[in-house]
């Protein structure tokens, strides 16, 4: 179980790459940088505590917990979320207008801050695998299965760090060992999916099965996840489609080979049980960070996600938030009325104190007064009803707001002790019926539409269904974006998708033109960092 430890290892220079040795928010974690490894690997419990150290680490970069790494850059330059200014709030400097209006510079704070993240993981685990390779086995009681097994998942979570920061900035130095070299060289992106491809088709097979023993851990369903997220994306990072690998990673967790939580993986019945604050033995997962309240360690999306604490009465909760990221307008009217996801996975509407009629009352521009979220963002308290708004003119109610995570209630014995889910079954259906569609000339097959609809009827009623189920001829190239859009809202994933796609320079969203600028799919790579390595180059528009 990857519950809150504490964690004592060896650090060393990590990349030489202006990555500095910082704590993770929330990890609680005590750091030495200069303990000897002969000093520290003294038992079983200890070369595990440094294999899981970079498995902590990545929770700061990957999950919606305040972080401005992978997912705030991921979700706030596509077309689903933004953070607009609401009044004397969230200004803060311009730097969410940059990312929404694609205007960014190589000189953005918070890229900053996502490339440390990203690259310290990095380090993180190439000074596990040296260390744990290295180790005189016999002397603390490890066998050689179980060093083999722990390098493999240190080596696909190598894998997947340098597939999330290809995704970001493409072309990028291949480092395998901490500080050799010193300044290392850009590669391009195709050379570093080879490497990325290469760390999971070698590691992957010497992964465990996934089951309800290792949940939360680098197990054969995850690693093929992963991978079938790579296949799906090969051709625009490498310029060759690879959709039959694609399929053949899919089928390896579809057929239950890479096993499951529950003895192969299956659907949750229902779109909020995976959510929920029992989801951690869920079958339907694949991959997840297990958080616990209980432990310590509390998967806190409050920051990004909830507004001013006069929501806390609205859920019966204990935290609040910044009043930051919002749903805007066009990403929610794209769901139907009749979507049960619609009304699930948002707050909307006026907004009562739990389990009344009470209303509560706005703070800000609405203060004491009936307080509800709007599908605009505008200056409403001034009078603006008609106008598309901008992001310079949020209010605290604009936008319909998170809520596909339910945390529970004060009272509720499982309060906050939600996992957060990285790969699910859902997933993988859409990624082989969309490598399906692309085999087949954009054209669904009946197997993709199978696929498609086996995850879309939990969202309808069963009357609704034979209307809004979906059919060989209404499943398009993008009907399938769109639905990706509508399941996977808030999970991290949609600029990767709308740039496969073709959407994310040339599409047109709320107070968002099309830049059509191809040059926008990558971000730049920080000024920052190719001042302290020369030889890093600087993608192409920057």
Request: with cysteine.
């Amino acid at each position: 179980m990857m519950k809150k430890t504490k964690t004592y290892i060896k650090l060393g220079v990590l990349l030489a790459m202006g990555v500095h040795l910082t704590g993770c928010t929330d990890l609680d974690e005590t750091i030495y940088s200069n303990i000897k490894t002969e000093n520290f690997y003294n038992n079983k419990l200890e070369v595990n505590q440094a294999a899981l150290r970079p498995f902590t680490h990545m929770q700061a970069w990957l999950a919606p917990t305040g972080q401005n790494g992978y997912y705030y850059h991921s979700e706030l330059s596509a077309d689903q979320l933004a953070w607009p200014q609401k009044g004397r709030h969230g200004y803060d400097g311009g730097d969410h207008f940059r990312l929404h209006y694609h205007t960014w510079t190589d000189n953005e704070s918070r890229l900053r801050g996502a490339w440390g993240l990203m690259w310290m993981g990095l380090g993180l685990v190439n000074n596990a695998i040296a260390d744990i390779e290295g180790l005189d086995i016999a002397k603390i009681g490890l066998t050689e299965q179980e060093r083999t097994t722990l390098v493999a998942q240190l080596k696909v979570m190598r894998g997947f760090h340098y597939l999330k920061i290809m995704d970001l900035w493409g072309n990028v130095p291949i480092v395998t060992k901490v500080a050799d070299p010193i300044n290392p060289e850009t590669r391009p992106r195709a050379e570093v999916f080879q490497f990325v491809e290469q760390e999971f088709v070698e590691n992957i097979p010497l992964l465990p099965v996934t089951s309800a023993q290792n949940i939360g851990q680098i197990n054969m369903a995850a690693g093929y996840a992963m991978l079938s997220e790579l296949y799906l994306n090969a051709e625009k990072w490498t310029g060759t489609a690879r959709w039959d690998d694609c399929i053949a990673a899919c089928d390896k967790i579809i057929s239950g080979q890479a096993g499951g939580i529950g003895g192969a993986p299956k659907l949750s019945p229902d779109i909020n049980s995976l959510f929920s604050n029992t989801n951690d033995a869920n079958p339907e997962s694949l991959f997840q960070f297990q958080y616990s309240r209980k432990a310590g360690f509390t998967f806190d999306w409050g920051g990004f996600f909830m507004g001013y604490d006069n929501i806390k009465d609205v859920l019966k909760v204990g935290y609040g938030g910044w009043n930051a990221f919002v749903v805007i307008p066009t990403a929610f009217d794209a769901f139907a009325d009749n979507d049960l996801r619609k009304k699930d996975w948002f707050l909307f509407g006026p907004q009562y104190k739990y389990g009344t009629t009470d209303p509560v009352l706005g703070t800000e521009e609405w203060d004491g007064k009936p307080f509800a979220y709007v599908n605009s963002i505008r200056r409403e308290s001034e009078g603006d009803l008609t106008s598309e708004g901008s992001m310079a003119e949020g209010e605290e109610n604009s936008g319909a707001r998170f809520n596909k995570y339910k945390s529970g209630t004060l009272d509720d014995a499982n309060y906050q002790e939600n996992d957060y889910i990285i790969y699910r079954l859902t997933e993988i259906y859409f990624n082989k019926a969309e490598a399906l569609m692309r085999k087949n000339g954009g054209t669904a097959t009946t197997e993709a539409v199978a696929l498609v609809n086996e995850s879309r009827k939990r969202a309808f009623s069963a009357a609704d269904w034979p209307t809004a189920q979906y059919t060989v001829s209404s499943l398009t190239l993008n009907e399938m974006l769109e639905e990706r859009g509508r399941e996977f809202i808030f999970e991290g994933k949609r600029r990767t998708d709308m740039i496969r796609f073709g959407k994310f320079t040339n599409g047109t969203w709320w107070d968002h033109k099309p830049t059509n600028d191809a040059n926008k799919e990558l971000f730049a790579i920080p000024a920052n960092q190719r001042a302290i390595n020369p030889n890093l180059d600087q993608n192409p528009g920057y």
